[in-house]
């Protein structure tokens, strides 16, 4: 398998892995808490996030602790300025931040 197809087929667990965290494992109840400013549920989302992440980036053999950081202080970040300091961000831009987030720990 060449290295393209090598990082298209982890490109698509990656992608998988976010779609699982973020919408599947992240409960209304949570989002709501977020909204209201909850930094502990924020946190708990951004971990489970990043671990089905790092998982994935571990099974191809692909994590360092930098990208675990990055992953999660990134989305902190993101999902941090758009629910509890409660600046407007749209779905489509904070999953865009997402993925771009995953194109870089996936190509460095």
Sequence with gaps: MTIFWLRLYELFWLSAAHFLAEFSLQQA?????????D???????????TGA???VLSAFGNLQPWKILFLLLGHMFCDGFKH????PVSDWLDQLFHFIQILIVLTL
């Design 53 to 55: 992440l790092a998982l």
């Design 84 to 87: 509890c300091l409660k600046v």
């Design 39 to 49: 930094l502990y549920i924020l946190l708990g989302h951004c971990l489970i996030w």
């Design 29 to 37: 109840w949570m989002v709501e808490r977020k909204k209201k400013g």
